[in-house]
């Protein structure tokens, strides 16, 4: 949530920071802003609205200065508008601050600063930031020692550029659980909140810890403690290539990521699965440790927590371990029962979701191993985990999430094989089947995407409507979740899942001539349960579209789309492809903004 860009170095930062500030438009959309430090001192330039109204501002193209930083806002505290955008600065207009995240003690900060005689334009969190720091740089400490005094004042979360008018050629950045990355290039440097937005300008980034500060000129970059003493940090090389983070010839990032699919499965399965054996470097769970494991959670927010739904049953089937799946934000407030026997896993593509990286660090402070499953490189969950496994995704942009599901359904599945071999408490051939049918994956995807037309002719038909609901049984209802989200959040159409069998327990009412029921049936020993389910629905003149890859008698649906077979355990890989292609196809149907929906952002550093 929020976005944060910045530049040092020798090039005009303005075209950077609104180049970067495009990039990370997904992250938050109803205002943005830049300053750059310029001749006569920081001038800020800021607009309610997307990137394109701020840079239409002509005084924008005045700026000449090449130190600047930017943001674009998804608005907590103080509701979208030109003031209470970002960059802020004090009343003496000596700092300009940038902020992503929530300064949860900001009323009594602000308290604090108005008995000093600060006044405050606007109603943000943020504002108390550069007051703050102008409040201990006044009383004789230098640009750095105030920041850091200012950030031990701070409760909450945090990812911080600064600018000081009396250090031209000096930027100061810090985080505490929010992103923030920085690239090194040659006599310049950036920072964003992630690494897509600057990955054409550089492939060497550091990664900040918890409230570590970096103190940036153009050819240098220092890095301290939260004490100020000076510490080393390690360059990570990055080695995603530029044109994943760029729409190549797609409409949409959303429809690109659906067609990144059967290689996203397949650079996730990469070397770790082959037909023999199961690879995790660097992963030290050993039989023992598993034997006497008495539960297994997998923790995670929306479409990471359905992709652990969809995988639940892999963990139990050939691990015999009881898994169970908490959304993360009810979890981190549940007091648990985690100790040393716990195993938890938590899923996140941008590995920066607050509730998610917080629940982790309640079940570590328990006792239990964590284990994270992340897209972003460096990101804050993967340094949290005792154990990090990566999907390899690629930079996802588009909010809604799709090819990070499957890349995750995918990786999970093949961990819980990992565990199922060391245990072996079911026979290898059970799990080589299943090994099998995952190395078949990357092909079927691209087998399944094959659909397009007949997904897109049926939203054709539906795209007017305003409710849907998606019916499943088993893993199948797990995909109708992550259909229904899928559909809710890019098209704006109101819809629900239910198991297929509770739908006789009440939402059976709501069904009415010519509503929508979308059925996913893939599961051989229940289609005809879901089928009699269905029937329920037409009988009520419901128009029905099935996704299936077992055989059915056609004539009795609306629509048919078949996809291909594998085994059970798997099929939420491939099932949920053509409903992600018809949330896809409506929204662009109805004529809205696909990769950005309204008041969502990609990354949820806010709890
Ligand atoms: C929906 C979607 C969200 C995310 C959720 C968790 O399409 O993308 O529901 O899945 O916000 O995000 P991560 O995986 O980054 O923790």
Same mark, same amino acid.
């Given at each position: 949530?929020?976005?944060?860009?910045?530049?040092?170095?020798?090039?005009?930062?303005?075209?950077?920071?609104?180049?970067?500030?495009?990039?990370?438009?997904?992250?938050?959309?109803?205002?943005?802003?830049?300053?750059?430090?310029?001749?006569?001192?920081?001038?800020?330039?800021?607009?309610?609205?997307?990137?394109?109204?701020?840079?239409?501002?002509?005084?924008?193209?005045?700026?000449?200065?090449?130190?600047?930083?930017?943001?674009?806002?998804?608005?907590?505290?103080?509701?979208?508008?030109?003031?209470?955008?970002?960059?802020?600065?004090?009343?003496?207009?000596?700092?300009?601050?940038?902020?992503?995240?929530?300064?949860?003690?900001? %009323?009594?900060?602000?308290?604090?600063?108005?008995?000093?005689?600060?006044?405050?334009?606007?109603?943000?969190?943020?504002?108390?930031?550069?007051?703050?720091?102008?409040?201990?740089?006044?009383?004789?400490? *230098?640009?750095?020692?105030?920041?850091?005094?200012?950030?031990?004042?701070?409760?909450?979360?945090?990812?911080?550029?600064?600018?000081?008018?009396?250090?031209?050629?000096?930027?100061?950045?810090?985080?505490?659980?929010?992103?923030?990355?920085?690239?090194?290039?040659?006599?310049?440097?950036?920072?964003?909140?992630?690494?897509?937005?600057?990955?054409?300008?550089? /492939?060497?980034?550091?990664?900040?810890?918890?409230?570590?500060?970096?103190?940036?000129?153009?050819?240098?970059?220092?890095?301290?403690?939260?004490?100020?003493?000076?510490?080393?940090?390690?360059?990570?090389?990055?080695?995603?290539?530029?044109?994943?983070?760029? /729409?190549?010839?797609?409409?949409?990032?959303?429809?690109?990521?659906?067609?990144?699919?059967?290689?996203?499965?397949?650079?996730?399965?990469?070397?770790?699965?082959?037909?023999? @054996?199961?690879?995790?470097?660097?992963?030290?769970?050993?039989?023992?440790?598993?034997?006497?494991?008495?539960?297994?959670?997998?923790?995670?927010?929306?479409?990471?927590? %359905?992709?652990?739904?969809?995988?639940?049953?892999?963990?139990?089937?050939?691990?015999?371990?009881?898994?169970?799946?908490?959304?993360?934000?009810? !979890?981190?407030?549940?007091?648990?029962?985690?100790?040393?026997?716990?195993?938890?896993?938590?899923?996140?593509?941008?590995?920066?979701?607050?509730?998610?990286?917080?629940?982790?660090?309640?079940?570590?402070?328990?006792?239990?191993?964590?284990?994270?499953?992340?897209?972003?490189?460096?990101?804050?969950?993967?340094?949290?985990?005792? !154990?990090?496994?990566?999907?390899?995704?690629?930079?996802?942009?588009?909010?809604?999430?799709?090819?990070?599901?499957?890349?995750?359904?995918?990786?999970?599945?093949?961990?819980?094989?990992?565990?199922?071999?060391?245990?072996?408490?079911?026979?290898?051939?059970?799990?080589?089947?299943?090994?099998?049918?995952?190395?078949?994956?990357? /092909?079927?995807?691209?087998?399944?995407?094959? %659909?397009?037309?007949?997904?897109?002719?049926?939203?054709?038909?539906?795209?007017?409507?305003?409710?849907? !609901?998606?019916?499943?049984?088993?893993?199948?209802?797990?995909?109708?979740?992550?259909?229904?989200? @899928?559909?809710?959040?890019?098209?704006?159409?109101?819809?629900?899942?239910?198991?297929?069998?509770?739908?006789?327990?009440?939402?059976?009412?709501?069904?009415? *001539?010519?509503?929508?029921?979308?059925?996913?049936?893939?599961?051989?020993?229940?289609?005809?349960?879901?089928?009699?389910?269905?029937?329920?629905?037409?009988?009520?003149?419901?128009?029905?579209?099935?996704?299936?890859?077992?055989?059915?008698?056609?004539?009795?649906? !609306?629509?048919?789309?078949?996809?291909?077979?594998?085994?059970?355990?798997?099929?939420?890989?491939?099932?949920?492809?053509?409903?992600?292609?018809?949330?896809?196809?409506?929204?662009?149907?109805?004529?809205?903004?696909?990769?950005?929906?309204? %008041?969502?952002? /990609?990354?949820?550093?806010?709890?």
């Amino acid at each position: 949530m929020c976005g944060i860009i910045g530049y040092i170095g020798n090039k005009k930062a303005k075209p950077i920071l609104i180049n970067g500030l495009l990039r990370l438009e997904y992250r938050g959309y109803d205002s943005a802003g830049i300053a750059t430090i310029e001749k006569d001192g920081i001038k800020i330039i800021k607009e309610k609205g997307r990137i394109s109204n701020l840079a239409s501002i002509d005084e924008i193209n005045n700026l000449e200065g090449t130190i600047g930083i930017g943001h674009t806002r998804w608005a907590t505290h103080g509701k979208p508008s030109a003031i209470n955008s970002h960059p802020h600065s004090d009343n003496s207009k000596t700092f300009a601050v940038v902020h992503n995240g929530i300064i949860e003690n900001y %009323n009594k900060l602000r308290k604090f600063l108005q008995e000093k005689n600060y006044t405050f334009l606007s109603d943000t969190d943020t504002e108390v930031i550069p007051n703050l720091i102008h409040y201990y740089y006044k009383e004789g400490n *230098n640009f750095l020692e105030s920041v850091k005094l200012a950030c031990d004042d701070l409760k909450g979360s945090f990812a911080l550029e600064i600018l000081c008018n009396d250090y031209p050629d000096n930027m100061i950045v810090v985080r505490q659980d929010s992103p923030l990355v920085i690239g090194r290039s040659l006599n310049e440097n950036y920072i964003s909140s992630d690494i897509p937005a600057i990955l054409s300008f550089t /492939k060497d980034f550091f990664f900040l810890n918890d409230r570590e500060f970096a103190l940036l000129s153009r050819d240098s970059i220092d890095f301290y403690d939260n004490n100020l003493n000076k510490i080393d940090k390690i360059v990570k090389s990055i080695e995603w290539n530029t044109s994943s983070a760029e /729409k190549d010839g797609y409409d949409d990032f959303m429809l690109k990521e659906i067609y990144e699919q059967p290689n996203a499965i397949r650079e996730t399965i990469g070397s770790k699965l082959s037909e023999n @054996k199961i690879f995790f470097n660097d992963f030290e769970i050993e039989k023992n440790y598993l034997e006497n494991i008495s539960r297994i959670y997998i923790i995670a927010c929306g479409t990471a927590m %359905n992709a652990g739904l969809a995988t639940k049953a892999t963990f139990e089937k050939f691990c015999k371990i009881p898994t169970e799946v908490e959304i993360a934000s009810e !979890f981190r407030y549940k007091e648990p029962l985690i100790d040393e026997h716990t195993l938890c896993i938590f899923i996140s593509q941008s590995g920066e979701t607050a509730d998610t990286i917080a629940a982790l660090k309640l079940s570590k402070a328990k006792n239990a191993k964590t284990i994270a499953v992340a897209n972003v490189i460096g990101s804050s969950i993967t340094r949290e985990a005792d !154990f990090c496994i990566y999907t390899h995704a690629g930079p996802e942009i588009a909010v809604a999430s799709t090819k990070a599901y499957t890349s995750q359904v995918v990786l999970l599945n093949i961990l819980a094989l990992y565990f199922a071999e060391l245990l072996q408490k079911v026979p290898t051939k059970e799990i080589n089947q299943v090994k099998k049918e995952i190395l078949e994956l990357p /092909k079927k995807a691209e087998i399944t995407l094959r %659909n397009v037309a007949e997904v897109k002719n049926f939203a054709n038909v539906v795209y007017k409507e305003t409710d849907m !609901f998606f019916l499943g049984r088993g893993l199948d209802y797990y995909t109708a979740c992550e259909g229904s989200l @899928k559909l809710k959040e890019i098209s704006y159409i109101h819809s629900e899942s239910y198991a297929a069998g509770e739908l006789k327990h009440g939402p059976i009412a709501l069904i009415e *001539n010519g509503v929508t029921v979308i059925g996913i049936i893939t599961n051989p020993n229940l289609v005809e349960k879901t089928i009699s389910n269905m029937q329920e629905v037409i009988t009520r003149g419901a128009k029905t579209l099935v996704i299936t890859n077992q055989k059915v008698n056609e004539s009795q649906f !609306f629509k048919v789309i078949n996809i291909p077979n594998t085994n059970p355990y798997l099929s939420p890989v491939l099932s949920i492809i053509p409903l992600q292609l018809l949330a896809y196809y409506i929204s662009k149907e109805k004529g809205l903004d696909v990769d950005k929906p309204r %008041n969502l952002a /990609k990354s949820v550093t806010v709890e």
